[in-house]
């Protein structure tokens, strides 16, 4: 059974559509990658899957249960977390602290603070504690622990946000262009982590423009072009694809 | 740690001995006042220092935790867990009701409609005579006392007894909100302003999070109005003032947000300026008015800010 | 009758709210500033108008546009000195508004150290005139008022939508950036806007003040008034600003006769907290800019 499937969406901004009859499956330890031009819909669709925007029709089912439209912030408890397009970390907060937002799911604020008065442990805070050390070790942050997030050059930065999406201990892990804005020795390196996070039994939906990095790594992609799954299959036999290559390299080129 | 246990040490002795030090009424008075202005800071500060939204209402919960506990104290002659806790409670039920429609407002909305709630408020003990006594007040609240068994262990009778009371009061509201600061619950309050999206994405309930900082901090004010309430035996409409709303934002703004000293830090400014500047005679609310506008204009992180600002450049010169 | 009593009068006090607002919500909408220390432009503007009228025995109508202006300059002088330099400081978004919260405190402490904590009358020759037109009792005063009410407000539209000042205010209003790409003087243009703002809340004063009595503290109950208006139509938006101040006079009269007077004050803000817990962003406003 699918981890995730969505089925049927389609998503209208006005009369126009964004998003046209979508249905996509993300089958479990797998690499899914969602490819396609700009504007073809795929940030749409990662908003779909994360409630922010609603569907006209269709659903989306997370480990068989139906999720349309319910908010980020409890999809995270169920097991699903996921990251921005553009760098998104909590810049003045040290990198500690941003995985210890992270893994808020494990806290329990308020027992928290009421263990923090009577000076006792928390056992929840152990727990997520425990999950950040995890994380800092496996993402090779431990170094920049106690540095503030923006004091952190660009690659270590989007490493912290996919840390932060791990801190949460996801099954499933939607990822907007995560290699966006690196170069090819950084690229190497994420390529390598999303592997070791798959060998993690940790599912990845990814959207990404980096054909090297899709084809290394991928075990299925879709492809998106204006809104619509014109192929899918797995990376290196879709890029072979005339529609695919045409939507990517312009009509003009292979006329 | 045992820092920190130095500085309570010395804190709790220095609190103790002060009434045998300023043996002028007047001067306790104003450390009275200090205390409870310290108590409303740092319950505004949970609401503005962290959550980011500026509130112009929190003399509302103030009023209504002085009316609230008043009443109670009639009822209970002046039992102060009861009053105290017991305006917390009311104060805060007040601010989910106003905090429901209002906590989904941003920026400006947020902080004028706070400040109609408040004028709302007002009207509302002006009027209802038969619960407020209308604009003539409630004369004559019992005074505060500790009740076991039917029969008073302690009560509170003049300046240096209520500086006792307001002062663990203002204690315990500050370590409460030093314990906020310090868990998940201030990590929270402060990555809500940060970076909104992200603070949703790792799973935080924005709304829940706001309403929770919006309770407590109406409950802080709700202990300073009824300990403010037996302090002084008499209450008006006035305790719903909207220069007192302007005040508490200024003591928590010239003290720094977000920090849970900066508000003490300001409650004392804004509480002592007016009355060092009693030279100035009509000109004091003038000077204190361009000492406002100064600190806004060139601290804008408050003093507790510029005092680190400045320790950093004198540090870098050292180095 | 006291239907049409209550229509009128509630129309009439309406349109005074609409002119204590178009200043308020012409600096938020271009100015993006909430300006606090509204209701002390318009306490100044009629303590101005006094000293034309009682030391310089010009009339009463010079003294509305003598205050109009002296206050107008009164304002760019604060908008250059205070409140556009901390605007350019990107840190704290606040940092305008507090400012604006600090000047109610000097405008006012200024005005009770020149002028004393005592009432004065600012004398009009429509002052306690009353006006009948069917069996209804208005007075020459207010109908004045609301004469320069409708003067403003169809004066101020003509300036956005007519001319190029308007255009550039209001590309201003949409977007600071672009406009500034376009060429505009950004701090010009909210300068003129806070001149006018601050100009309007005068013309305010002086229209409103001959029916009561002026003294320091009178700016207060203008600012809450004006604050309700812009918030019940839609911060930043002109016609919003006439639409919620006829809301605003209207639910009062009927307020006060159908349910209350004591509570009249209290109406503005208990329609307002209804309204915004259906439309966030006021009756006809734009969606809300933090800011």
Redesign the interface.
């Known amino acids: 059974m699918a981890l995730l499937k969505i089925e049927d969406v389609t998503v209208a901004f006005g009369g126009l559509l964004a998003l046209e009859k979508i249905n996509i499956n993300v089958n479990p330890g797998t690499i899914t990658a969602l490819i396609g031009p700009n504007g073809a819909g795929k940030t749409t669709l990662l908003n779909v899957i994360t409630g922010s925007v609603r569907p006209r029709t269709g659903k989306i089912l997370f480990e068989g249960k139906e999720i349309t439209g319910i908010p980020a912030y409890t999809l995270v408890g169920m097991g699903l977390t996921r990251t921005f397009q553009l760098t998104n970390v909590f810049p003045n907060l040290t990198v500690l602290d941003n995985l210890m937002l992270g893994s808020y799911v494990f806290c329990r604020p308020w027992k928290e603070l009421l263990n923090d008065i009577f000076a006792r442990r928390d056992p929840a805070l152990a727990a997520a504690r425990a999950s950040v050390d995890e994380v800092l070790e496996f993402t090779g942050l431990l170094p920049y622990r106690d540095l503030k997030a923006r004091q952190l050059p660009y690659g270590q930065q989007r490493l912290l946000e996919l840390g932060i999406a791990l801190a949460a201990k996801p099954r499933l892990l939607l990822l907007d262009e995560p290699a966006a804005g690196m170069n090819e020795e950084e690229t190497k390196a994420l390529a390598g982590l999303l592997g070791r996070i798959r060998a993690n039994k940790v599912t990845i939906l990814l959207v990404e423009h980096n054909m090297r990095l899709i084809t290394n790594i991928c075990d299925d992609a879709y492809v998106l072009v204006h809104g619509r799954n014109i192929t899918a299959g797995p990376p290196r036999q879709i890029l072979q694809d005339p529609q695919v290559i045409e939507a990517y390299l312009g009509r003009r080129k292979h006329a | 740690m045992s820092k920190g246990v130095i500085g309570w040490a010395v804190a709790l002795i220095a609190a103790a001995a002060l009434p045998f030090v300023l043996t002028n009424n007047y001067y306790l008075h104003l450390m009275i006042m200090i205390a409870i202005n310290s108590m409303l800071a740092l319950g505004l500060n949970l609401i503005l220092g962290f959550v980011g939204d ?1 509130s112009l209402g929190h003399a509302s919960f103030f009023g209504i935790g002085a009316y609230a506990g008043a009443l109670i104290a009639f009822a209970t002659n002046g039992n102060v867990v009861y009053t105290t806790i017991g305006a917390a409670v009311i104060a805060g039920v007040a601010s989910i009701a ?1 905090g429901y ?2 906590l ?6 947020f ?3 706070t ?3 408040c ?2 408020m007002q ?2 003990a ?2 209802w005579v038969e619960l407020t006594g209308g604009p003539m007040g409630l004369p004559g609240i019992p005074s505060a006392k500790l009740i076991a068994g039917g029969t008073t262990i302690l009560e509170g009778v003049d300046e240096q007894d209520y500086w006792y009371i307001t002062f663990a009061g203002a204690a315990l509201l500050y ?2 909100s030093r ?2 600061e ?4 201030g ?2 309050l ?2 809500l302003k ?2 909104y ?10 709304f829940h999070i706001k309403m929770a900082a919006f309770v407590i901090g109406a409950a802080f004010a709700g202990v300073a109005g009824s300990l403010y309430a037996h302090y002084t035996g008499f209450i008006s409409p006035k305790v719903f003032d ?1 220069l007192l709303n ?1 005040n508490i ?2 003591m928590v ?1 010239i003290g720094g947000e977000a920090t849970s000293s900066g508000p003490v830090l300001g409650a004392m400014v804004v509480t002592l300026l007016p009355e060092a500047l009693r030279f100035a005679e ?5 000077i ?3 000492i ?2 100064a600190v ?2 060139f601290a ?1 992180k408050g003093l507790l800010g510029l005092v680190t600002t400045l320790r950093s450049k004198i540090r870098k010169e050292a180095a | 009758m006291l239907l049409f009593q209550t229509i009128s009068s509630g129309i009439v006090n309406g349109m005074i709210y609409v002119l204590l607002a178009l200043g308020l919500t012409l600096t938020f909408g271009i100015g993006r500033v909430i300006n606090f220390a509204h209701g002390e432009f318009y306490m100044l503007g009629a303590f101005a108008a006094y000293l034309v009228i009682a030391h310089l025995h010009l009339p009463y109508i010079v003294a509305l546009f003598a205050a109009a202006v002296i206050i107008g300059i009164i304002g760019v002088v604060t908008n250059r000195l205070l409140i556009l330099p901390v605007q350019r400081k990107e840190s704290s978004i606040w940092a305008p508004f507090l400012v604006t919260l600090a000047l109610m405190t000097i405008f006012q402490s200024l005005a009770l150290v020149a002028f004393g904590p005592d009432p004065y009358l600012l004398p009009s020759p429509f002052a306690n005139k009353p006006f009948n037109i069917g069996g209804i009792n208005l007075s020459q005063q207010d109908l004045f008022a609301v004469f320069i009410s409708l003067f403003f407000s169809g004066m101020l539209i003509l300036l956005l939508k007519r001319t190029n000042l308007g255009l550039a205010m209001r590309a201003v209003a949409r977007d600071t950036d672009a406009a500034c790409l376009m060429g505009i003087n950004i701090q010009a243009i909210k300068s003129v806007t806070f001149a006018l703002g601050t100009g309007m809340a005068a013309v305010a004063g002086v229209l409103l003040i001959p029916q009561a009595v002026l003294d320091p503290y009178v700016g207060r109950m203008a600012l809450l008034k004006g604050l309700a208006v812009v918030i019940l139509g839609g911060l930043g938006d002109v016609y919003g600003a006439i639409l919620g101040g006829l809301l605003l006079g209207l639910a009062e009269a009927f307020g006060s006769v159908y349910i209350s007077v004591a509570y009249k004050d209290a109406i503005g803000y208990l329609l307002m907290i209804i309204v915004l817990l259906f439309r966030p962003q006021g009756i006809i406003g734009q969606k809300t800019r933090q800011g």
């Open positions: 500026k106003i429609p209002v989904k407002l941003r920026g400006p909305y902080a004028i409609v400040l109609g709630f004028l709302i009207l509302v002006s009027n370590l409460l314990s906020i310090r868990t998940s619950l990590r929270i402060t990555a940060e970076n999206n992200l603070s949703e994405a790792v799973g935080i309930n924005p909207t302007v934002v200024t703004i009509g000109f004091r609310l003038l204190f008015g361009v406002l506008l806004i204009m804008p």
